[in-house]
């Protein structure tokens, strides 16, 4: 077991960086979108816990993109901030002006380099795709001194070829080149063996950083991260909790634990403090509305359980025998402290720091009420309940403009189920009774008669947040409009009150995105 101090090692041919990309490539997951405000939380808790660089949005896809990259550059105290661009010299000029007030920026730019992408997505022959090479990075050069090239599909592209156009990204000044496995097709030999192979042809490329940037369709990216790193590489791309197209990226948290606890085999090592990775694991999944799978490598719920009778014997003799990493190293606090309604401010003060929020003093006093309300509503207030407290308070706020007032449900054996709604819509109230298929239903229908709205119903997911009858349940809803994508999240002990909640705050959510709504968004492939 290594512990962080164990970890820094003072040879920098052993650093690998970390390249987080939750807030682009993540974010590019249909249903993941995110505000302005989450994104500005998650990259602030990125910034703290020690990634090196943030991809923080696509400028030229949206001017909510753009807004995000310029925010997130203002406040970044450490990590570089990076904005992506395709080859053309406005995506370029786009990210550029996104990134004036990064201490640190770089731009991001790529184009298609395997013979699927150069004839069937740019229609351009291999000799015109190296000048759009040549012309590109060499512009970006002239606005920014950190640039990173990547060649899209690179795996899948052929060895001379993409030697080739490796050597005049080099050559017309990238200082990052990225080989991106966009469709998750490389196995880790394969992987190793493609930067073996450049550094070996490439003249140059050692003067460079080699980032590797893996999609997890086999199920092998974080295998082929860390055998690019063996072969050279020393920037790992990935997201939190794996976020990201289809079967989704690197997931961060495996990768930097993984060289953390393997350092004896892979001696190499991050500046991530990895005690904030259960925080950020829980923050990227409530606002992106994708739960994390129960036996998710280091952040799943059950990556810590141990139910079988062997395993729990051996643990009660030493950890040791079934444990590889300790809990509190990725930021869970084991512990039987559990709160109830004569815990007071101190006890919650000092419980939630220990699960990693440290709240102003606004928030916590909102969070000391709320805690109060479940107290009552449920005996005992778990660690999981008060996770799920801060998020649902993150997500709601006081100044949303379509608020609950009151909800009444009748449903059982003897239908028609029915719901009695009460809406404070900007500033006035409204009520309205109906039917429905069930209480979801009835209720759902009562939101659209008080709000009509076109959005469809994506997803409607709920989930217990601890054991027992008394349980709060955490409710995410999807919503979809015109191709904008908005998921509203809420925790309550009322199954039917957290779901109208959820589909209330997706309503709010997607009233700003109307609003800041720019022409169809613009997606880089992978
Ligand atoms: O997967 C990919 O190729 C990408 C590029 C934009 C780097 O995300
Ligand atoms: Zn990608």
């Not at 990134?99 to 740019?122: D, N």
């Not at 509305?289 to 810590?304: L, R, S, Y």
């Not at 997911?461 to 919503?479: I, K, M, N, P, W």
């Amino acid at each position: 077991m290594t512990s962080q101090a164990e970890n820094t090692n003072p040879n920098p041919q052993d650093r690998v960086m970390i390249f987080d990309t939750t807030l682009r490539d993540g974010e590019q997951s249909p249903g993941a979108t995110m505000t302005l405000d989450e994104k500005i939380k998650i990259a602030t808790l990125l910034d703290d816990m020690g990634v090196d660089i943030i991809e923080a949005g696509f400028p030229i896809a949206s001017d909510g993109d753009f807004e995000a990259v310029s925010e997130i550059s203002k406040l970044a105290k450490n990590a570089v901030i990076c904005g992506l661009a395709r080859a053309s010299k406005g995506d370029i000029e786009r990210a550029w002006g996104a990134l004036q007030h990064a201490k640190k920026p770089r731009i991001h730019t790529f184009i298609g380099t395997s013979p699927l992408h150069r004839e069937h997505q740019l229609s351009m022959s291999e000799a015109q795709v190296l000048d759009k090479i040549r012309e590109t990075v060499t512009f970006a050069r002239s606005l920014c001194e950190n640039v990173q090239w990547s060649p899209m599909d690179a795996t899948r592209t052929e060895h001379d070829y993409l030697i080739e156009a490796v050597a005049i990204a080099v050559d017309c000044g990238a200082t990052t080149i990225n080989i991106p496995d966009t469709v998750g097709y490389t196995a880790p030999r394969e992987s190793a063996q493609i930067i073996e192979m450049l550094l070996e042809r490439v003249p140059g490329l050692d003067q460079c950083v080699i980032a590797t940037h893996c999609h997890n369709d086999l199920g092998m990216a974080t295998a082929n991260a860390l055998a690019a790193v063996e072969a050279g590489a020393r920037q790992i791309e990935c997201t939190i909790n794996g976020l990201g197209e289809r079967a989704g990226n690197t997931a961060l948290e495996e990768v930097v634990m993984a060289l953390k606890i393997r350092n004896d085999i892979m001696p190499f090592h991050t500046g991530i403090d990895t005690t904030k990775i259960m925080q950020a694991s829980r923050m990227v999944s409530t606002v992106s509305g994708f739960p994390v799978q129960f036996n998710k490598a280091i952040v799943g719920k059950n990556a810590f359980a141990h139910e079988s009778g062997i395993h729990q014997d051996g643990m009660l003799k030493h950890a040791g025998t079934f444990e590889i990493m300790r809990p509190e190293d990725v930021g869970l606090t084991e512990s039987n402290l559990v709160l109830g309604k004569h815990s007071g401010r101190a006890a919650l003060k000092d419980k939630l720091q220990q699960l990693g929020f440290d709240l102003g003093d606004n928030a916590f006093q909102e969070a000391f009420v709320r805690f109060k309300a479940l107290a009552d509503a449920k005996k005992e207030v778990h660690d999981d309940d008060l996770i799920a407290l801060v998020d649902d308070a993150r997500t709601s706020a006081t100044h949303d403009r379509i608020q609950l007032k009151s909800l009444r449900i009748v449903c059982g054996t003897d239908g028609p189920q029915e719901a009695a709604l009460e809406l404070e819509i900007e500033g006035q109230v409204h009520n309205h009774t109906t039917s429905g298929d069930g209480p979801v239903d009835a209720a759902f229908n009562a939101i659209k008669a008080l709000v009509p709205h076109t959005a469809q119903l994506k997803l409607y997911q709920v989930h217990a947040v601890t054991d027992g009858t008394d349980a709060q349940a955490e409710v995410s809803v999807r919503l979809e409009e015109d191709g904008k994508i908005v998921t509203g999240y809420a925790a309550n002990t009322d199954t039917m009150v957290a779901s109208v909640r959820a589909y209330v705050n997706a309503l709010n959510k997607l009233m700003v995105r109307r609003e800041k709504s720019a022409p169809a968004p613009i997606k880089a492939a992978g």
